[in-house]
Antibody, heavy 123, light 108 residues
Framework: QVQLVQSGAEVKKPGSSVKVSCKAPGGTFSNYGISWVRQAPGQGLEWMGRVIPILDVANYAQQFQGRVTITADKSTGTAYLEFNSLRSEDTAVYFC????????????????WGQGTLVTVSS | SSELTQDPAVSVALGQTVRITCQGDSLRRYYASWYRQKPGQAPVLVIYGKNNRPSGIPDRFSGSNSGNTASLTITGAQAEDEADYYCNSRDSSGYHLVFGGGTKLTVL
């Protein structure tokens, strides 16, 4: 499987921001998207949003709209998750995943994942 | 609450067959994909589309769909299949993605 490489663990204060990176192998995105998925301790997976680098388009889950920005730098093959106004309940592991779709979007899946980045929000 | 519903926990005897289900209205229009996650690891794709397995996934894993329900079947469950399993698809708007709440599979 293609392996995405994420930046390292972060410790942040409540109210601050964090920016996590995700580098594609070979430094190129080709024609796929990158989604960000978080997992709070002991909890399930939660989709946060995605960017389609070739289109420069992003969309977000409603619960993160306004606090999260997902971008991609095509020149370096790196995607970013920027998360503002952090709260203690945002403490989680954040995964990036390569996001593919076909059959007129009827089929969508994540075929490879980063190793995860632990973000701890604590005063 | 998620738009995709999974049973929180399922158990299966070693070597037997188990089905893990995922229900949601969006599954009438969109296929689900399935992921296996072991503690401390990133999820791994096991099934996508109608019934497609990525390379390296054993053929004891299969997927099926009926109405608003997608199913992941493990035929002849092995000890190494013990993990959390998540389904994923689009939400009812089709614009956003969503995960089911996950099913913890125990192999007895």
């Amino acid at each position: 499987q293609v392996q995405l490489v994420q930046s390292g663990a972060e410790v942040k204060k409540p109210g601050s921001s964090v920016k996590v990176s995700c580098k594609a192998p070979g430094g190129t995105f080709s024609n796929y998207g990158i989604s960000w998925v978080r997992q709070a301790p002991g909890q399930g997976l939660e989709w946060m949003g995605r960017v389609i680098p070739i289109l420069d388009v992003a969309n977000y889950a409603q619960q993160f709209q306004g606090r999260v920005t997902i971008t991609a730098d095509k020149s370096t093959g790196t995607a970013y998750l920027e998360f503002n106004s952090l709260r203690s309940e945002d403490t989680a592991v954040y995964f990036c995943a390569r996001d593919l779709e076909y059959s007129n979007s009827a089929v969508q899946f994540f075929d490879s994942w980063g190793q995860g980045t632990l973000v701890t929000v604590s005063s | 609450s998620s738009e995709l519903t999974q049973d929180p926990a399922v158990s299966v005897a070693l070597g037997q067959t188990v089905r893990i289900t995922c229900q949601g209205d969006s599954l009438r229009r969109y296929y689900a994909s399935w992921y296996r996650q072991k503690p401390g690891q990133a999820p791994v794709l096991v099934i996508y589309g109608k019934n497609n397995r990525p390379s390296g996934i054993p053929d004891r894993f299969s997927g099926s769909n009926s109405g608003n329900t997608a199913s992941l079947t493990i035929t002849g469950a092995q000890a190494e299949d013990e993990a959390d399993y998540y389904c994923n698809s689009r939400d009812s708007s089709g614009y956003h993605l969503v995960f089911g709440g996950g099913t913890k599979l125990t192999v007895l």
